[in-house]
């Protein structure tokens, strides 16, 4: 019954989904004029996106054929194994993997799909209402953020369904370990989907900005620059597309890790004869329940989302009563799931304390949006201090944004630690008095939950930051009135500050995930190693687990120079592209004057950024992915040996667990520190500082030096805060997916 409970919920968020995508694609397109950018915007992204997935699957075809064979005939068949024989296991694990590749290609190019179809119709509504542009880009957004949590739900709870029915032999409690693959399959995509995305927006961005801008003297999105089609195209495929991956692959691994963590507390109760109401299967279904309550509470805040009359309101106040109204209704399913199944009689209050965990996980992500903001908006002393620094220059800029960097990572720490404690010890308290029963680390794991109950709602608001903003683009190279720009720059002000914000949730709920999946991975290990019920032990004061610790560090700034690099590479292809373009302009005061038929070409860049995009996404990729499996297959056949048999298990738990934690300190760095250079420019370009522009004794108009010195930290901070920063979120899970999938093959 549960599992079809969650089926069809899963079922009626994508027909919900459906709904949207129709309401949509029912508004009118606006002028030919419109049309025209929009249509360039809409091929240029879609071709890029086919030639990623393009790519991106035949790399997941090898690593299936790989899992394949190794699972199926290189790894010999244990008694304790879940299932009877090593082609069943690697059948399942290798189904499971293609199933979560498959699911999260699907999730980002639908969500992409409807992205640059609302990016029009959000723009034509901008000419008579600013509500109506808002409830589209929203509602657009909203289609991503509900196929996605949906698809990864009915993915994990449709893979449970077919291991019941094909394998009824197989202990329930076993399943979860059949179908971690799942996860592996939707963060390798993600990853890489990310990184493609990521290098492509930040290198046309760059490009665009330093030319544009700084030499040229124009506004942003403006016709005459040959890189704003590519920038336009790039917010599609790494904001839409790339986060899109990313939360779907964050819902399905949470899925599974908690189910399997779910699954072992349970076998405890039951041994302790302190059961809980539904059973074993209750208390794993229960992830999957309360993910399915998330879906209907956030359809409920999606719909509710709304302005005045007037519009006299701030398009973000709008927005945040949607999200309260989702948290609120969220938490009360979530109360409601938590007495249904994880009630136990023996242990009367274990499910509202289960419950307390989920709150705090809520809270935790409510911390996030507020410590992010307070870093990444001009409104507060942190931007504001960037920009103060740029008065003397990009030289000082750079180092005032990376001071801000390396203090914003304290409060975030401190919120994660007080979560993972707080949601440890009141889950201990669950079963207090019944010896044998531990409920600490499903908690944790229940708390990771809470914060993820309202990621369809989180990731709607993340798309319509990239659709208000080729709204805005679309207007700005139409020519349309100013009166209007006026009213898509408020949107896109609204959607800058809710990718700030999803970036925050995302690393938070990346951060409490990680240490669940580094439990699930523990557990795994202990099951397959057949000493179920010990404890597994992480002792770096081990050479050749303080190597795998070492190891682990090293990927991640290895890594991110990887992906920095590629955006630095692919930039200075854009910026030789369009100083080309502009060579035989004339100029007045450094600023080129532009004759009236000066027709740019927007193609060679959009081609210049796709092949570069998807040529320098390889190599991180690979690495991040190769990393573990090297040093889990490589130290098994150097240093396992009969008395210490789980060595090389247990070096690779070392790698994860410190580059997990080196993994979030990075990526918060990166993505409030260029969060933070972002607004300090735009906190310029409102006017502070001398604003864009100065006017010389004659009253002829000049760049002011301060803003050019801000566009430059904006450029430094641009592959920090959008391909870096957002594709650790990744490997951080990554790493935890693939470890999961490939502990039998360390030990």
């Avoid at 008579?128 to 949590?149: E, K, P």
């Avoid at 009915?154 to 009824?168: D, I, N």
């Avoid at 329940?289 to 309101?313: L, N, P, Q, T, Y």
């Amino acid at each position: 019954m549960l599992i079809l409970l969650v089926i069809g919920i899963s079922v009626l968020g994508l027909a919900f989904a459906g709904y949207l995508a129709k309401w949509v694609l029912g508004h009118d397109m606006g002028s030919q004029a419109m049309q025209q950018i929009s249509n360039a915007i809409k091929e240029g992204a879609e071709a890029f996106l086919r030639r990623q997935n393009k790519t991106i699957l035949y790399l997941a075809i090898l690593f299936a054929a790989i899992l394949f064979i190794g699972y199926g005939f290189v790894r010999e068949h244990r008694t304790f194994d879940p299932v009877g024989s090593s082609l069943e296991m690697g059948v399942w694990i290798t189904l499971s993997f293609v199933l979560g590749a498959l699911c999260s290609v699907l999730a980002g190019y639908i969500g992409m799909w409807i992205s640059i179809r609302s990016n029009i119709r959000t723009a034509t509504a901008a000419l008579t209402s600013l509500n109506s542009a808002l409830r589209i880009a929203l509602r657009g957004g909203a289609v991503s953020g509900l196929l996605v949590v949906a698809m990864s739900l009915l993915g994990v709870a449709g893979l449970y369904a077919l291991v019941r029915l094909f394998s009824p032999d197989i202990a329930e409690t076993k399943i979860p370990l059949l179908i971690v693959g799942y996860g592996f399959g939707a963060s390798f995509v993600a990853l890489f989907a990310q990184l493609g995305g990521g290098i492509y927006t930040k290198a046309a961005d760059v490009g665009a900005d330093l030319v544009g801008k700084v030499e040229a003297g124009i506004p942003e999105d403006d016709p005459r620059n040959p890189a704003v089609i590519a920038d336009l195209v790039g917010d599609n495929v790494g904001d839409c597309a790339g986060r899109g991956a990313d939360l779907f692959e964050s819902t399905a691994a949470e899925n599974i890790g908690a189910m399997i963590l779910g699954a072992a507390l349970a076998v405890e109760a039951e041994a302790a004869n302190a059961g809980f109401a539904l059973g074993v299967v209750g208390v794993m279904m229960f992830p999957l329940v309360a993910r399915a309550f998330g879906i209907i509470a956030s359809i409920i805040g999606i719909v509710s989302v709304k302005m005045d009359k007037e519009e006299k309101m701030d398009p973000m106040q709008a927005l945040n009563r949607g999200y309260y109204v989702a948290v609120v209704l969220a938490m009360v399913a979530f109360a409601g799931a938590t007495r249904w199944l994880l009630y136990s009689d023996r242990a009367p209050n274990a499910w509202w304390l289960f419950f307390i965990c989920g709150v705090i996980g809520v809270l935790t992500s409510v911390a996030f949006v507020y410590i992010t903001q307070y870093y990444t908006e001009y409104k507060y002393r942190p931007v504001q201090s960037i920009a103060q620094a740029s008065e003397t220059g990009p030289a000082t800029n750079i180092i005032a944004g990376m001071g801000v960097g390396f203090e914003c990572v304290w409060m975030p720490t401190l919120a994660m630690s007080t979560a993972l404690l707080a949601s440890y010890y009141i889950g201990t308290m669950t079963f207090a008095g019944i010896e044998g029963v531990n409920g600490g680390l499903f908690g944790t794991a229940v708390a990771t939950m809470g914060m993820l109950a309202t990621a369809a709602f989180i990731l709607a608001m993340d798309t319509f930051g990239p659709i208000t903003d080729n709204a805005g683009g679309i207007v700005e190279m139409s020519q349309q009135p100013e009166s209007v720009r006026a009213k898509t720059d408020r949107l896109d002000a609204v959607g800058n500050t809710t990718k700030a914000l999803t970036k925050g949730y995302a690393i938070g709920s990346a951060g409490l995930a990680a240490f669940l999946l580094f439990q699930a991975y523990m557990e795994e290990v202990l099951n397959y190693a057949g000493v179920h019920g010990k404890v597994f032990p992480v002792n770096l004061g081990k050479p050749v687990v303080f190597v795998g610790a070492f190891l682990g560090a090293m990927l991640v700034f290895v890594f991110s120079a990887l992906a920095i690099r590629a955006v630095g590479r692919a930039a200075q292809a854009i910026i030789a592209e369009v100083r080309r373009q502009y060579r035989d302009l004339p100029r007045v005061n450094d600023m080129i004057q532009f004759p009236d038929d000066f027709k740019p070409n927007y193609g060679s860049c959009v081609d210049i950024v796709t092949r570069s995009a998807l040529k320098q996404m390889v190599a991180p990729g690979l690495l991040a992915v190769l990393m573990p499996i090297t040093v889990g297959v490589v130290f098994k056949y150097l240093f396992a040996t009969s008395e210490d048999r789980l060595i090389a298990a247990e070096a690779v738990a070392a790698l994860l667990m410190v580059g997990t934690i080196v993994g979030i300190i990075t990526a918060l760095l990166l993505n409030n520190g260029g969060g933070a250079w972002d607004n300090a420019k735009k906190y310029i370009e409102a006017g502070a500082h001398g604003g864009k522009y100065l006017t010389d004794a004659s009253g002829k108009k000049m760049k002011n030096p301060v803003h050019s010195a801000a566009v430059v930290g904006d450029t430094v901070g641009d592959p920090f805060k959008d391909t870096a920063g957002p594709s650790l979120h990744v490997l951080i899970k990554l790493l935890s997916t693939i470890t999961l999938v490939l502990a039998p093959l360390f030990l």
